[in-house]
């Protein structure tokens, strides 16, 4: 493990997004969220991902997982409070940013603001968009059908469903937004990924044999001996089935990924303006009673204090602003390489990023 | 249990509500949706609870628990989108349908419309709003914090959330509309009524008691020996745990039930055109493919089909519409005393009505 200081990971980032020709706009952008991501105590969805990103802008532009920075977004549909935008083969963090700014400033005038987004791939975390909706003072609700069809529905063994993630943010007032970033699955791919790297078996009830037995080995997903189910098994699986099929209607028939054949990616980025519905102050007012409800409750044996959803990654952020930001030694090494490949100097950059792990 | 025809059922209703004073506006409103919950096999919240409701109105209009008809919904807030209506002690049905038509119109307009909804008591099966937009080619979703505040917080054992239940309807094109209509906890309370009438027990991981062991007996709830829980326990209840907030803090803190002291409903109903993103035939053909593509999973032991959210209960009303509504002895014997109590010629009405059951 290394720790990292925020300033210069920042400015790592942008060079060597810049390095393989992307634009400045395009680059702080994309380099602003994942170290932001990282700083969230999100690694699977931070700085450990740039050599992935970087490889797919040197592919050839017409290869399936091109990656082609600078591909201008086209509108399809906009209306006041509503959008439909096409990002082709872009950045999706970038699409993703404007889509949720775009959101936004319609709720600004309408109280309610949602862009649509087909045709891009990754765009991260989806925390990062809402929490941007919630920085506004707007509630912030993020869907994404995932790439692929691979998740099992209730009942059946063999892939239908995206992960298909969900994300509300909701501002407080003396409180930090809750952040709700989940998985329909009963965990993303992310973790399975870290579980695997640990040694850590995988409770029954999360990845189903084409037998319909459990598989309980991380990697099976990955070796495709299992699938992943809807979250809750067994007395919930129909829930979070339920829920990605929601998530896969709207952000998948939304966007373009929710259908018999086709495969890609599908997004909805929404605004609401609790404005539209009572003060601000009075809003606020109620969540954070709310909060300090929820946190009066006596707690169980193994807790010691009840959390509201987004609060442990608060209080990780908080620690690596302090600390630094942790990144595993692999994923560390494999951005050093990609910066040797691409001449760029990560040693005078990083010179005084380091901190003591 | 007996069978009933739906349309004597219908006039049987509307009486019992105009022999207690109700507007004929109200009391066609409140039967249709009774009735309507109980074809649609969703018998906790069907025509079982007209007695309780009549209960309600019979009450001096200042006791705690009065149900107050006629009572005009007040506009707090309205914008071209969203609208904060208090509906004082009058039905929550009647304001329910309101708000969710209100909705609609607005989304018909401007794409998005939402409507916020405080001091009213019970609006029923929260799917009959949300199939409401469907029915109107929107996607719907109803939000409600429920009365109270009696389930735990994750790592709590103490009642700090409402039920919670959420509801997302969604049209289709071949198909009939995909339902998610779900409580945050573990089952609704209704369910738990029905399996200690039963004799079933709960599964580990619905209900907690003080000690932070889990009961098993489904009365213990109602004997204040143990909590409702967030669904997915043990693997995903933080998830489970999670929605709850977000229903807490959109439909409470949006309507007056969020907070330490208050502990009343608060609902949101909203309507999403599609049109905003894309042709409604586009939409509703990729949401026939989704289907198509779910129920060509091969199925698990124990499972002959996949089915999506909200099949069970359109098949069980098919079976309905043909066989008769089933209710259960007791709550037709609640019915026919209530009847015999306000002189509505129940005999008369029913005459015709009844289905060998």
């Given at each position: 493990?290394?720790?990292?200081?925020?300033?210069?990971?920042?400015?790592?980032?942008?060079?060597?997004?810049?390095a393989v020709g992307t634009s400045d706009e395009e680059a702080k952008i994309v380099?602003?969220?994942?170290?932001?991501?990282?700083?969230?105590?999100?690694?699977?969805?931070?700085?450990?991902?740039?050599?992935?990103?970087?490889?797919?802008?040197?592919?050839?532009?017409?290869?399936?997982?091109?990656?082609?920075?600078?591909?201008?977004?086209?509108?399809?549909?906009?209306?006041?409070?509503?959008?439909?935008?096409?990002?082709?083969?872009?950045?999706?963090?970038?699409?993703?940013?404007?889509?949720?700014?775009?959101?936004?400033?319609?709720?600004?005038?309408?109280?309610?603001?949602?862009?649509?987004l087909q045709g891009t791939g990754h765009i991260g975390a989806l925390y990062w968009?809402?929490?941007?909706?919630?920085?506004?003072?707007?509630?912030?609700?993020?869907?994404?059908?995932?790439?692929?069809?691979?998740?099992?529905?209730?009942?059946?063994?063999?892939?239908?469903?995206?992960?298909?993630?969900?994300?509300?943010?909701?501002?407080?007032?003396?409180?930090?937004p809750i952040i709700l970033d989940m998985a329909t699955t009963g965990v993303a791919?992310?973790?399975?990924?870290?579980?695997?790297?640990?040694?850590?078996?995988?409770?029954?009830?999360?990845?189903?044999?084409?037998?319909?037995?459990?598989?309980?080995?991380?990697?099976?997903?990955?070796?495709?001996?299992?699938?992943?189910?809807?979250?809750?098994?067994?007395?919930?699986?129909?829930?979070?089935?339920?829920?990605?099929?929601?998530?896969?209607?709207?952000?998948?028939?939304?966007?373009?990924?929710?259908?018999?054949?086709?495969?890609?990616?599908?997004?909805?980025?929404?605004?609401?303006?609790?404005?539209?519905?009572?003060?601000?102050?009075?809003?606020?007012?109620?969540?954070?009673?709310?909060?300090?409800?929820?946190?009066?409750?006596?707690?169980?044996?193994?807790?010691?204090?009840?959390?509201?959803?987004?609060?442990?990654?608060?209080?990780?952020?908080?620690?690596?602003?302090?600390?630094?930001?942790?990144?595993?030694?692999?994923?560390?090494?494999?951005?050093?390489?990609?910066?040797?490949?691409?001449?760029?100097?990560?040693?005078?950059?990083?010179?005084?990023?380091?901190?003591?792990?």
């Amino acid at each position: 493990m290394v720790r990292l200081k925020e300033e210069p990971l920042r400015k790592l980032s942008y060079a060597l997004f810049k390095a393989v020709g992307t634009s400045d706009e395009e680059a702080k952008i994309v380099s602003n969220i994942l170290v932001d991501t990282s700083i969230h105590g999100v690694d699977s969805h931070g700085v450990r991902a740039i050599p992935g990103y970087i490889k797919g802008i040197q592919l050839d532009p017409e290869a399936p997982r091109a990656l082609v920075p600078g591909t201008p977004i086209k509108t399809l549909v906009d209306t006041p409070t509503t959008a439909m935008w096409d990002a082709g083969r872009g950045f999706g963090f970038v699409a993703g940013y404007k889509a949720m700014s775009t959101a936004i400033e319609k709720a600004k005038k309408y109280k309610m603001g949602s862009v649509g987004l087909q045709g891009t791939g990754h765009i991260g975390a989806l925390y990062w968009y809402s929490y941007l909706a919630a920085k506004n003072n707007m509630i912030g609700l993020t869907l994404c059908r995932g790439g692929g069809h691979f998740v099992a529905p209730y009942g059946g063994v063999e892939g239908r469903l995206g992960v298909n993630p969900l994300c509300f943010a909701i501002p407080a007032g003396k409180y930090r937004p809750i952040i709700l970033d989940m998985a329909t699955t009963g965990v993303a791919m992310g973790h399975l990924m870290v579980m695997s790297v640990r040694g850590q078996d995988a409770p029954e009830g999360w990845l189903i044999k084409p037998d319909g037995t459990w598989a309980t080995d991380p990697r099976s997903i990955f070796k495709r001996e299992a699938v992943p189910v809807g979250f809750g098994h067994p007395y919930s699986e129909y829930k979070g089935y339920g829920l990605s099929i929601i998530v896969e209607a709207l952000a998948g028939a939304i966007g373009s990924g929710c259908s018999l054949d086709e495969t890609g990616f599908g997004h909805t980025f929404t605004a609401i303006d609790p404005t539209g519905y009572t003060s601000l102050d009075e809003f606020k007012g109620r969540i954070d009673s709310m909060i300090d409800h929820l946190k009066s409750s006596k707690t169980r044996p193994g807790f010691d204090e009840v959390l509201y959803s987004g609060e442990p990654e608060w209080r990780e952020e908080d620690n690596r602003r302090k600390l630094g930001i942790l990144v595993d030694d692999p994923f560390w090494e494999a951005i050093v390489k990609t910066a040797k490949e691409l001449s760029v100097d990560i040693d005078g950059i990083m010179k005084d990023g380091y901190v003591k792990a």
